[in-house]
């Protein structure tokens, strides 16, 4: 008989793995937890017994031994994910990886290069790619429903203090602040939608609130390959229950303005207009728009649909929906951001 799960192993089991990913990936119809790492021998017991699974790790090498492990879900510091993807490469065990790839585009695309090489599924936990409303839009804007794109904006925030030791408020650590971290997102999810990579970059960045050494807040003017021009902010300066999450699309025919969509949790709403406009209005009286875009039937956990894509990849040997090289290329358009708001020049990606 056909194996039906794939077994899972998890590097970094604390943090984001146990707030979220974890509990997604106990939902998930395809995929079963049987192992778990941390280096403090304590919290990986902790977690073990928490979640039901066979056993508890304080080394890669020693997860990525046990025979059980089908594939492997990487969850710790950026710092450490160049390393853990290629052991998980010459463990011959697929992987799916958080966001970012590495510290920097030169070592994502080595990770990407050596998966490729070596036949290793490997896929980025750009989970919120699953949003309901994120799938909704894709098929909205793809099917035409808000004529030619034109224009596309994102906002992702958060309150993220001083925090003494903090890995993502160090440079050698997290390879950058709130774009790295959370502007990735925006990235990516106006690139999936709008089906069209970033080809020129503008950005401003600075740390206005707090005292790390990366940036706290980042503005990013994108030029899309089909002409579309694209705007994201990424904030670590704003407190959470103040935040405004929001993802808008303006087409010729339409726009769709999304709020709460972006995030951890699948939710939110979204606003449609649209409308047949003919001539030219000078008095532009907006009236009633007319036509809908259906919603999404029920919301789910986007975590758990990344694990049951990934898991069904494996199960049925067919492409990843999140490839390495989207991360990659993501990364490409973060540095690309960087280096202009260094120069204060439009790069090309």
Known sequence: MAQKKIRWGVLGAAGIADRRSIPGMMKSELAELVAVMEVDAALAERIRAKYGCKAAYTTDAALLADPDVDAVYIASPVAFHERQALACIAAKKPFLIEKPLALDAAAAQRVADAAAKAGVPAACGLMMRFGSWHLVLRDAIASGKLGTIVSAKAQFTCWYPDIPGAWRQAMATSGGGALMDMGVHCIDLIQELVGAKAETVAALSATRAFKYDVEDEATV????????????????????????????????????VASETIGQVDGGTVVVKLSDQGGYDAQQDKGAAGGTVEGPAAFGDMYAREFDSFSRSLLAGAPVEVPLADAVQVQRVVEAAYESARSGRFVKV
């Open 221 to 256: 003017l994108m030029r899309l390959a089909d002409g579309t021009q694209a705007t994201v902010e990424a904030s670590f300066c704003v407190p959470d229950a103040a935040a405004a999450w929001r993802l808008e699309f303006a087409g010729t025919r339409g726009t769709a």
